[in-house]
């Protein structure tokens, strides 16, 4: 399955299994605006989040979201590290 980015919302359907995400990843917070956004299809949020972060070559974001574009599901995270689980700082 392969993940995607896309400057708009496609117009033709992702391949099976996979929903488009719009993503925003916040580097500090709190910050008004996030530092990078984007959509992206992807099988799940977190990987949507994963690979917004590898692409722009940032390790560790203060907050991120992804809410999917047919309003099935609004994610939501914080400390959020690529490359495995680490302890997290929300609500601190």
Known sequence: MQIQRCDRVPEREC??????????LWRWWPSLFPAYTAYVAAPNAFSAVTFLMRI????????????????????????????????????S
């Open 15 to 24: 391949g099976e299994g996979q929903t488009v995400f719009d993503v925003a």
């Open 56 to 91: 722009h070559g940032v390790q560790r974001v203060a907050r991120a979201a992804a809410d999917a574009v047919d309003g099935s599901l609004r994610y939501r995270a914080c400390g959020v590290m690529c490359g495995g689980m680490h302890d997290s700082t929300c609500g």
